[in-house]
């Protein structure tokens, strides 16, 4: 059974770069689209970008100035990097697989970063 | 982008009522929308996708329906288990996007 886990640092300074892992586990991340989607502590679901396991990308248009989303094959993991955050960036952090644009899952637990100096 | 309005924000039913959501898309998505359930602390969970297909394990007692701008889900008696978050989100293009959620409260 595939599962995923978010991981990385749970508290960002302003102005700074977040930095998180989605790993893969029980299956391969190859032939799907990945997606990251993010959500405020006690709002909605913001989708932030995806990946194709051959590595082609596609943005959030409102967040596409700072956002890197990759993907290592090799050790069943993508990576999300924010550059420039701010507070309002604050959010559980979640990764999903993208199946035709539902988030059909499986979905990691997500990991809640905050942006506080 | 497409925006998604879902309503009521907030809705407040009793085990075994029927309860409607609905959802509308500032354009035409076609079919194009799936419906999630959310619990507090946990991932969203897709109900339904393509406005009217229930996903596998998903209970019979929902069920979706509509096209082009105006989309409903219906609960047809809930359970203690559906008291939840419910999305709405379009997948026409991207960006995906998504309502900004109903909050189904017992009365």
């Known amino acids: 059974q595939v599962q995923v886990q978010e991981s990385g640092p749970g508290l960002v300074k302003p102005s700074e770069t977040l930095s998180l892992t989605c790993t893969v586990s029980?299956?391969?991340?190859?032939?799907?689209?990945w997606s990251w989607i993010r959500q405020p502590p006690g709002k909605g679901l913001e989708w932030i970008g995806y990946i194709y396991y051959r590595g082609t990308t596609n943005y959030n248009p409102s967040l596409k100035s700072r956002v890197t989303i990759s993907v290592d094959t090799s050790k069943n993991q993508i990576s999300l990097k924010l550059s420039s955050v701010t507070p309002a960036d604050t959010a559980v952090y979640y990764c999903?697989?993208?199946?035709?644009?539902?988030?059909?899952?499986?979905w990691g637990q997500g990991t809640l970063v905050t942006v506080s100096s | 982008d497409i925006q998604m309005t879902q309503s009521p924000s907030t809705l407040s039913a009793s085990v075994g009522d029927r309860v409607t959501i609905t959802c509308r898309a500032s354009?035409?998505?076609?079919?194009?929308l799936a419906w999630y359930q959310q619990k507090p602390g946990k991932a969203p969970k897709v109900l339904i996708y393509?406005?009217?297909n229930l996903e596998s394990g998903v209970p019979s007692r929902f069920s979706g329906s509509g096209s082009g701008t105006e989309f409903t889900l219906t609960i047809s008696s809930l359970q203690p288990d559906d008291f939840a978050t419910y999305y709405c989100q379009h997948y026409n293009s991207y960006p995906i996007t998504f309502g900004q959620g109903t909050r189904l409260e017992i009365k």
């Open positions: 393509k406005a009217s």
């Open positions: 354009q035409i998505i076609s079919t194009w």
């Open positions: 029980g299956g391969s991340i190859g032939i799907y689209y």
């Open positions: 999903a697989r993208d199946m035709g644009g539902v988030l059909r899952g499986p």
